[in-house]
């Protein structure tokens, strides 16, 4: 059985599964920029990735929340999907000691979304205020980007200057010295 993944369609759903997709369809309607999305099966996997560029003939990134050891200090990391993620470089390269990964509890907390479906709209949340914005050199230069809509089944191209203006900045930019897989 294949991948499933909708025409490219413009506007939000006709319903939303979450508030925090409501929030941002929302934030998009009000500040009337240009996007398009699909709708597709959970986009979780590398595989599931390539069956969504294909959709949109756009390269998808993957969005990690990240933490601390005590849990209060946050970074959204946006990457290149088929770069692998080694947790000592991006703490090299922000010059902070080392991170994991936000757990479940924390992503729905902060983005208020669930594994799977962490999303730079989540800054758009009064709880994610304090969480550092940083991506991919690569990822920031390209035009546009496509990231989900708040849900793994859900993802928005975008242009990445519409995204940096709706969430109301700029990140902070790293290398991501990994091949592409």
């Known amino acids: 059985m294949g991948f499933y993944t909708s025409e490219i369609m413009k506007g939000a759903p006709a319903e939303f599964k979450t508030e925090t997709q409501k929030m941002i369809y929302r934030a998009l309607e ?5 996007y398009t999305r699909i709708e597709s099966d959970p986009g979780i996997s590398m595989d599931d990735c390539l ?3 294909k959709a949109f003939g756009i390269d998808t990134v993957k969005t990690i929340l990240l933490t601390n050891r005590q849990k209060n200090k946050f970074w959204l990391y946006v990457t290149h ?3 692998a993620f080694i947790t000592k470089e991006f703490g090299a390269s922000l010059q902070i000691p080392r991170v994991s990964f936000a757990d479940e509890e924390l992503m729905k907390n ?6 799977g479906a ?17 991506m991919d050199r690569d990822v920031a230069s390209r035009e546009s ?6 849900d793994p089944c859900g993802f928005i191209a975008i242009k990445n200057e ?5 969430i109301g900045e700029r990140p902070i930019l790293i290398e991501n ?3 592409i897989i």
């Open 30 to 34: 009000k500040a009337g920029l240009d």
């Open 51 to 53: 069956n969504i560029d």
């Open 81 to 83: 999907a088929r770069k």
């Open 110 to 115: 902060i983005l208020g979304t669930a594994h």
């Open 118 to 134: 962490a999303t730079p709209f989540g800054l758009l949340r009064e709880e994610a205020k304090e969480v550092t914005f940083v």
């Open 145 to 150: 980007i496509v990231i989900t809509d708040g």
């Open 162 to 166: 519409d995204l940096f203006s709706l």
């Open 177 to 179: 010295p990994a091949e």
